[in-house]
């Protein structure tokens, strides 16, 4: 198998027929050039053969100092350790001072096919600066929220020195573009927008109302002067004002710290597209336009995309906190999941939770860091694998993140990254990753190895390569524009000439490379196949690798290699398809025989040469009886002239020697043989026992038997008469027993009764209860006793 490998790796480097060491190594990793140019090649061969798989190109004797064979590397150019410092410490550091990615940049040399594999450190930095930007909606439904906010400036404050000293905080607000259909454009509503005796202030698109700053009695003195404006439609036009918060840097005062954006409406916002009801149709360019703090172009360009925002965010670092009412919580909840590093917090009514609201989310940003990287070259891969809190690994898309990192945290990501091939503009290019939300990033520099070290000393039109049409380096020729051939002896057009064709045809015949190459400068090229472990060979191409016998549907049985159309078999195997076995193990009976004795092994398989026999090993019968079964009347007969073969034991049974022991502990023990026993323990008819064994010790069948039989005792009469008289009496006495316990049962039964009935007469015993009197009393009816 090790052999079939080694040509499936010998096809992917040949499979490219490179021309040029630079054009082998970039085939894959594990392909080298040999540079040798004396006497590596035969004659008639390939330049391309010189590219082949490493083992391949010692194994045909290169020297290894002349096999080309560049790696990749990396240098780590910068490297400053993470930030290890307390919030309480003394030592105040810059934000420009505090390191929380490590290291900051590196060198890559990347080869086509080998990864290159670096570690990256996060560490959460404790008492980092935070700045935060409160953009609120100012329409009329967020009146009473307004109030709430007016104070948010120093409780803010106050929370969040709970989590850093450094922290600045910024307010302002946004309506909805100064055109019909979002406003009325009516010279009055332009001056209050609100109905009824409601004071408001003129709409507006986007206000910067208050600079980051870190006083907060500020931020509470600027937002009390603030008013309540209006609109005409629900949603409003708050995606610009997020555009202006992110690209207007130097106006807001972003720093390069932490950077929270708390979103605050109760209504839903428009995007791109939603201009035109206006009339606009410009599309938003993503730049500053404040001029006195006041977005002035939302009456010439579009709202901005989502794709847009998310990425002018994810460009200045930006985390966004989502702080709108419940009846529009799924929307946000839609729109964080476009948006990395945002969250959504629920607001009541009146904004009166919002501070803790800014701090559930800022807690829940902060506790997840995810790695993104920036536009990658073509060809170039990046895979990440994270080491998170507690030893977790992440792959695939969980390898860019980990969760729940608490402060003074380290978590580590390993990264890989793959090129497939050399840029065409250049030698070198530079990525960047960052984790998102943070400004801090890595560097990677990449340099590609596109050559080999030794096309460094080639020799421009060198006389060694036909008049000097082509470089010599590397061992062979890189022939000129329009030239090929081995030596650059052939120009392009002239390939197909007659005189080169019959350098191509096989013992003169009319086939051109067998039909399955391209005869180039007298030389044949076999064809490449779709599958590149199907190869062509040979000088007329009339090998191949995959036109060999089959069996159970595998080429050469899955026991060999095709090689020229015919089976090269692994050992222990043959034939045509090398689906014969010579490995006879799995002909081996239980006995120690090939096929029980009763066959042949062909292939690895028994052919059973006695008919009542089958079976992988021929030990199947059927129709035979045991091996004890089908010697024991020949051997009751043979030992003590008796049993069913008595009369014809001389003729039947005179097949094995018979060998007589005293007792069963003299028998053949199966531990003491190499060869198979068996142990029997038959009965006559006399119900007599009698031990033997059946062996076959170099063809010799041999019985080994116990010359007494072990017969049963007769039974002890005397015990036995007296246990049947024993048990008559007991039995006799017991029915006495039993008779003589019912009669008295019943005896009391009736004498109960009897004392029953008595009891209950009615009559008294002196009288006659037959005795009737002769007189008779007769009154008269009329008589009134007068």
Known sequence: MSHYFSILVLNICIKANAQSCGECIQVAESCGWCSDEVSFLSSGESKSARCDDLQSLKDRQCPEDKIENPRGAIVIDKDTPVTNRKKDSKEKLKPEEITQIQPQKLTLTLRSGEPQ?????????????????????????????????????????????????????????????????????????????????????????YKNVLKLTDKGDEFNRLVSQQQISGNLDSPEG????????????????????????????????????????????????????????????????DYPSIAHLVQKLSDHNIQTIFAVTDDFQPVYKELQNLIPKSAVGTLS??????????????????????????????????????????????????????????????????ISVESQKCPSHGKSEVIKIKPLGFTEEVEVVLKF??????????????????????????????????????????????????????????????????????????????????????????????????NCDRSNNKLCGGHGVCECRKCICDANYTGSACDCSLDHSTCLAKNGQICNGRGTCECGICKCTDAKFQGPTCELCPTCPGVCAEHKDCVQCRAFDAGEKKETCERDCSYFQLITVKDSSKLPQPTDQIFPLTHCKERDANDCWFYFTYAIRNSTKEVYVVEKLECPPGPDIIPIVAGVVAGIVLIGLALLLIWKLLMIIHDRREFAKFEKEKMNAKWDTGENPIYKSAVTTVVNPKYEGK
């Open 117 to 205: 594999t670096f570690s990256l450190k996060f560490k959460r930095a404790e008492d980092y600066p935070i700045d935060l930007y409160y953009l609120m909606d100012l329409s009329f439904s967020m009146k009473d929220d307004l109030e709430n906010v007016k104070n948010l400036g120093t409780d803010l404050m106050a929370e969040m020195e709970k989590i850093t000293t450094d922290f600045r905080i910024g307010f302002g607000s946004f309506v909805e573009k100064t055109v019909m259909p979002y406003i009325s454009t009516t010279p009055a509503r332009l001056i209050n927008p609100c109905t009824g005796n409601q004071n408001c202030t003129s709409p507006f698109s």
């Open 349 to 414: 009514s009146n904004s009166s939770n919002v501070i803790k609201l800014i701090i559930d989310a800022y807690n829940s940003l902060s506790s997840e860091v995810i790695l993104e990287n920036s536009r990658l070259p073509e060809g170039l891969s990046i895979t990440y694998k994270s080491i998170c809190k507690n030893g977790v690994e992440g792959t695939g898309e969980n390898g860019r993140k980990c969760s729940n990192i608490s402060i003074g945290d380290e978590v580590s990501f390993q």
């Open 238 to 301: 708050g995606f610009d004002a997020i555009m202006q918060v992110a690209v207007c840097e130097e106006q807001i005062g972003w720093r390069n710290v932490t950077r929270l954006l708390v979103f605050s409406t109760d209504a839903g916002f428009h995007f791109a597209g939603d201009g035109k009801l206006g009339g606009i149709v410009l599309p938003n360019d993503g730049k500053c336009h404040l001029e006195n703090n006041m977005y002035t172009m939302s009456h010439y360009y």
């Open 449 to 546: 190895i596109c050559d080999c070290e030794c096309s460094a000393e080639g020799e421009l039109n060198s006389q060694r390569c036909h008049e000097g049409n082509g470089t010599f380096e590397c061992g062979a020729c890189k022939c000129n524009a329009g030239r090929i051939g081995r030596l650059c002896e052939c120009s392009k057009d002239e390939v197909r000439t007659e005189d080169l064709d019959a350098n191509c045809r096989k013992d003169n015949g009319t086939d051109i490379c067998s039909n399955n190459g391209d005869c180039v400068c007298g030389t044949c090229e076999c064809k490449k196949r779709e599958n590149p472990k199907e190869v062509y060979s040979g000088t007329y191409c009339e090998c191949d690798n995959f």
